[in-house]
């Protein structure tokens, strides 16, 4: 064996890089640079480490790490980190939320421990349980372990991808990585934008997963493990969302006990996040979500941080809500106030910091900034309660699409095309009747109306505004939507929706964004409310007990016994939303409208219709599309340009 330490620092959440060669060397000052471009995640700690073994076949395998001190703050948790008993090494993100309960376990079993850190736990829980030690884990993680014994490189993501992890394939390596951003740092990666990740973009705003934007970068999927073995590398399902009608079954007769299986699993994850060696606050919405996990802090005498985005345009402000719960549960609660200028001056920010474009995640950008500026290093979001307890419109909306499109399907397709035409010529133009033609005319590329509901362009407006891609390029980037359409048939048509909604939309924008944006600060973004085996119980319930006509997310609502004031219960679903509308007919019009002009010369020339670009702006300045249209081309552009990407 061969082994060589390259640095090591108590300096400047957690990040991480691998970079495997076989028959190759790793370039040293590839990796030390790959390591420091994910400073901004690790800034408690840093290393790296070079292991090799020559025979049969030369390997070598490059690890680095920037470290985020949540738990075990001593020297003992540093990162890379080997085990002196197997001589394995792993670099690891994120958090293992009952590894004190794996730790007491393999102690039983007489196995030694150096220090408190998750990292070891899981590091010696492998040693124990090999692959199969995934089955343990419950948390949000992405990590890289080299098995020197069997001389592969095992990866692995957690159960709901809450952490990201990239890979990518390049000559005789493998190169993984938290962003995407390092993997283009390497010099290793191509800048090429990848056409179905394009298709993609305009679809839903973001790239969905295991496609990027990066042509020959790949997200590894939720629930999925990757082993790289003599030079070839192969993913494995180990855990996914219940959908076969066993798991789907009722847990019990009446609500009264599903009511209590629910308040026991939500109070589990919420408790268990909050286990931490530094202070821990809550992003407070003075919606159902936050409001719950603030409830059950303050209920199990937890005094925490609350903080909230406050709107200096009061149409679009909340604190009155938040402040309420603020009071109720008596936390120490902090409101940021948000302008058009503290946006203005974000911006090009936040859009740095998205490792890939987004339609969202300024707002998480901004309460995030705030919120480590408190001083806090841990912070609890409610994202997922809407996916998983039935909080979106879609919950009632795409069921009643699915019976329309079951039932329109059987008239014939020149009908259906005349009543489209029709029905556009009639009706007003907008991004909403603009949907409902494409579910008349039955030809969109969404291939299920929650897709379509999704949907950010059309399936014309997208013909208008790309260059043509060939089939083989459609087929690839629709293949994650069939995928979970596929996993989804044998639920009931609201957990059905929930199942498509946690693999889509918070999957491959809310989560992402979540992780960039608060990585971006040097903060962890916790979600109890997505917690695998809370996941799991939420799925057994029938759909139609998730639907109330009277409390919105009822199930959670009750399982909290009435502890959520009625108001904040009955008000109007709201969230983190900015006021974008103004602003982009404000302050922000001359940097957008200027960006979106130079479409034509700038690296999406060749794949994007300038004029189409163009048509977009002018139906948003008319009223005629909602803003997230422009907003979504304008980030894109700029991302390219920031990031040196081009079409070719």
Known sequence: MIASSIGYCEAKM?????????????????LERATLSLAHRGPDDSGTVIVGDLTPEPVEIGLGS???????????GHQPMRDPETGNWIVFNGEIYNFREIRDSLRHDDVRFQGHSDTEVLLKAYARWGTACLEQLRGMFAFALWDVQRRRLFAARDPMGIKPLYYCQSSNYLLIASEVRTLLGTGMVPHRLDAAGLVNYLEFGSACDPITLIEGVSNLRPGHALTWDRGRAREELYWDIPTSAGTNRPLATNRERMVEEVQRAVDESVRMQTVSDVPVGVFLSGGIDSSAIAGILSRSGVHVDTFSIVFRESDYSEAQYSRQIAREFATRHHEIMVSQFDALEAIPHAVKAMDQPSIDGLNTYLISRQTRAAGVKVALSGLGGDELFGGYSSFSTVPRMERFSRLWSHVPRMIRKAAAGTFSALVPSSDQNRKLSDLVRQEYGFIHSCFLSRGLFTDQLRNRLRAHVDSQTETRASLAQKRALEHARGLDPVNRVSYLEMRGYMLN?????????SMAHGLELRVPLIDHKLTELAMRLPGDWKLSADTPKSVLVNALAGAIPKEVVSRTKRGFTLPFEHWLKDELRPEVEKMLHSTADGPLATMLHASAVQDVWQDFLRGQTAWSRPWALYVLENWCRMYGISAK
């Open 66 to 76: 920037r470290r985020l001190a949540i738990q075990d703050l001593s020297p003992l």
């Open 14 to 30: 957690c990040g991480i890089v691998a970079i495997a060669a076989y028959n190759a060397n790793v370039p040293k000052d590839v």
């Open 509 to 517: 924008t809310l989560l992402r964004d979540a992780d960039v944006m």
